[in-house]
């Protein structure tokens, strides 16, 4: 396989854009330079050297219908003619909200629009903290909920840093990062209901929230131990703090009404993003009621030039009519033919003596390797998962056309079809034999 005009213009580019990239864990794709691409559609992507791949990447996420979707082109081509931006209100935005509020379990929720995960996540925190008028909120080692400086804390921390397990540390994942956010963050292990009840303990009365990834997709897509979430929801109440779950990732991917769907466990607030509108940029907050009304009034400051305009809440309007009228049988499928692959690739594992693993629901889920049965928090993740073998493996797959993220999440969408899993199966069990 040749990368030679990839390589031409990542020079060109690294004279041009930081690093030659736009966000920086495009860096670290598995091929031997950042790739350019020419064109993707559906499930497949060909690269500017005319390589074809089977995509597992899918934007990380937002192209839940594969790439370039024909009825969301459809939609946002008509609509745009009508203007792009209005820095006003439109009636397609309250239909993308209905369309939102029936699927997703919350009750007697409201919305507000923003562009990225990142920044819906902060207006949570923001909301948290002005709604209950605490100073701090908490969240989990492993988890991830954008790059600003109040959350970009302990995603993934080296171990020699990040404390012990019964008081972990707040670890920066930056440089230049307000030191004073460190401050206003308490860091806990995910699925240990004792070190929640600790860290509740020890910072008394100060915790406005507990926002959490449901399913942690961020680290191994891990579950939540059976029992887990229902206490983290006791726990939070019993102490004043509010529950939000970042369902950036789950949100519209794991079932219609996401991981709270999936779980049958609601929050009190919610976030989502990318698989809401098919890789248009969208994020929407959903909330309580009674909790929203102080955004409703103002009392929270939101706003954002580019939220809820005329393209992206097309593309959002399309994605959820798509989801809304293929029913049931739409999550059926996409769960159905991620397991298939899962399997598919345990299948692998256990015929070439790898110690390859799979977790996750299906729609979402993560390779990694190890020895372990399960993975069930980052540290166990850090301490037993090799992510050298992963790389190599990665890199295998690149040559044999399958492209695979860097941290070994793969989003399936529903153009990928039987085929693709098989072949995806085939390139895995000959990349394994040659690893
Ligand atoms: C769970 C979760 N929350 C928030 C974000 C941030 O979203 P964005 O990249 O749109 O800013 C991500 C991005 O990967 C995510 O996975």
Redesign the pocket.
Known sequence: MKFDRSQQLFDRARQLVAGGVSSQIRINEPAPVPLFFDRAVGARMWDVDGNEYIDYIQG??PNLFGHAPEFIIREVEKDMRKGFVYAAQFERELEVSELALDMIPLEDATVRFAS????I?QLVIRLMRGYTGRPKYLKFEG?????MDSVNYSVHPPLDKAGDAESPVPVGESQGMDPGTADGVVICEWNDVEALERAFEQNKGEIAGVIM?PIL??TNCIMPKPGYMEAVKRIAHENGALLCF?E??TGFRVAAGGAQEYLGITPDLA?Y??SMAGGF?V?MLAGRREIMEILGNGTVYHGGSFNSNVMTMAAAYASLKHIADAGPAFYTELNGRGLHLMDGLKQAAAETESKLHVQGVGSVFSISFTTKPEIVNWRDHARNCDGQMYAKFARAMLERGVRLSSNGRIHMSSAHTDEDVQQTVDAAKAALRVL
């Open positions: 990380m996420g990225s995960g990142t920044e996540d988890h991830y909920h954008g790059w990834e997709a961020n970042d950036v990732i976030t993003a990318k940029p994020a």
